[in-house]
């Protein structure tokens, strides 16, 4: 297909993907546009397939999935800084307005004009990346060296949101963590947290082939809720955590949280939680002067992310499971969902997945 042609995995509807093809417009004034180069199935990506919405986030127009993306600059309409045809980069899927009082206040993250690629939170829906050809203003481009594979570059999206919330927790120098949800972000977290100076990492779910993964990655202890529904509880009673992250969207895993967590820790909240109110035993919080911190997305961190894995400072891709090429996109987020069986799943162009 030639780059005047796009092919795009689009979702109508609950687990409803398809490769749609179309002919690609002309590059707007002030706009690059990148050749796909690889992008990670997200967690918030699984939520729209399953379901057509994330949270309060719901798809009510054809939306292309997608944000944890990296390519080549193959066009450019305009002044694009220092960027040039050719660059390999990876693409920060925030697209701020800097001007709004969040924006001024350094949080951009809570911008109140944000798009963000593959998000249904605005009408119409900002497209997301999961396609042959993606257009992307030039801030939101962040040149990567020859010697990052793009499967790492597009992990920038994911290290960026745990280092996000490391930063909400604020320092961990010598601290006991726990993190509640073994998936992609729980595991990029643990690197964060290590990075951080954490002196003891802990992980729980409630499925033994995420928490076999964490060990392998490194972490001091792994806590099977499964088989044991108060091991959190009684982890907490007596080995305190001092910051607990949770990160796996489950409210009974932050009711969890709020109970494992020492007096006067830290709470904070990665996980996508359901649309609604949700039963927390928020007399803890009172009583046991807790911190209850939320961690949207991230701000500047995405830049650090992207230093992190070009220094090889975090091996993001000690969390790839399974590459499959864009065209089979919907088989890739079957496989995707299948937590016995996958971490974190890669879409890369037809020619290149294994």
């Not at 417009?25 to 919405?53: E, N, T």
């Not at 998000?119 to 050809?133: E, I, L, N, V």
């Not at 949101?161 to 320092?171: D, I, N, Q």
């Not at 100076?197 to 001091?220: K, S, Y």
Request: hydrophobic content about 50%; proline content about 7%.
């Amino acid at each position: 297909m030639s780059a005047s042609h796009q092919q795009a995995a689009t979702l109508f509807g609950p687990r409803d993907l398809r490769l749609v093809a179309a002919p690609m417009p002309a590059l707007a004034p002030g706009m690059v546009r990148v050749a796909f180069g690889a992008g990670g199935i997200c967690g918030s990506d699984m939520h729209y397939f399953r379901h057509a919405r994330t949270g309060d986030f719901v798809v009510t127009s054809p939306l292309v999935l997608g944000h944890e993306i990296a390519g080549t600059i193959i066009d450019m309409s305009g002044a694009a800084g220092d960027l040039a045809i050719g660059d390999r980069v990876a693409i920060n899927p925030s697209r701020w307005c800097g001007t709004c009082r969040p924006c001024r206040l350094g949080r951009p993250n809570l911008c109140e004009n944000i798009y963000f690629m593959g998000s249904a939170s605005k009408t119409p829906h900002m497209q997301g990346g999961f396609a042959k050809h993606i257009d992307v203003v030039p801030a939101q481009c962040m040149p990567v060296p020859a010697h990052v594979p793009f499967a790492a570059a597009a992990l920038a999206e994911p290290l960026a949101v745990c280092l996000h919330a490391v930063a909400r927790a604020g320092p961990l120098s010598d601290t006991s963590v726990l993190i509640i949800g073994a998936g992609p972000i729980g595991l990029l977290t643990m690197l964060a947290a290590r990075q951080a100076g954490a002196a003891r990492v802990a992980l729980a779910d409630i499925a033994a082939a995420p928490l076999a993964f964490a060990a392998r990655l490194g972490a001091d202890q792994v806590i099977d809720l499964a088989a044991q529904d108060d091991a959190l509880i009684q982890g907490g009673a007596t080995t305190p955590f001092d910051v607990v992250f949770e990160a796996s969207g489950a409210p009974a895993a932050l009711a969890s949280a709020l109970l494992a967590v020492r007096r006067g820790g830290i709470v904070v909240q990665i996980g996508n939680l359901p649309g609604g109110p949700i039963p927390l035993p928020g007399l803890a919080v009172m009583a046991r002067e807790i911190d209850l911190r939320g961690s949207f997305r991230f701000g500047t961190e995405f830049s650090r992310a992207v230093t992190l894995i070009a220094e090889r400072a975090i091996d993001v891709t000690d969390i790839i499971t399974a590459s499959r090429p864009l065209s089979q996109a919907p088989e890739a987020f079957e496989l995707a969902l299948d937590r016995s069986q996958s971490m974190k799943v890669m879409l890369l162009p037809d020619d290149e997945a294994a």
